[in-house]
């Protein structure tokens, strides 16, 4: 008997122990399904009010989505999003030849809002040099949604802010 109780106040534990573990992966999880709602093309403007388009692709057995960016006088950047335990990882290939690393942790609740904050980057020789340093994404509802990317380059950051509409499917 006294065994039995045993057993069952460690599953109990065990079980208590793992919950947040489990909690947080649901977030997480919840956090990447609001980006993959995104799926499909979108347009819009950038702060100067200069043409930007964005389209997102699932990828790789739908464990990870593709975003294509194209902002106006620049070259096209890709980021792909994908699960991280509690939080969703963020990896940028930029036109200056680096590629920042970055990680959100969506908070309980319906998703609003991820930020995504600068974790390391490759190929760059020193956090002065010039990299995409956060990303704020807002979702106002399914058709519309915002970016706010943060550059940095020798300690100052500049905020590009791109609002986003959903395309019509053709």
Known sequence: MAN?????????????AAAPIVLAASHASAGLQKIESLAGDWEGKDGDGNPVKTSFKLIAGDTAVMETLHMSGMEEMVTLYSDDGDGIALLHYCPTNNQPRMRAVPAAGEIKQLDFGFQGAGNLPDVATGHEHRLIMEFQNKEQFTERWTWRKGGKDLEMTY??????AN
């Open 4 to 16: 039995r109780i045993l057993a069952t106040l460690i599953a109990i534990l065990a079980l208590t």
């Open 163 to 168: 609002q986003f509409t959903r395309r019509p």
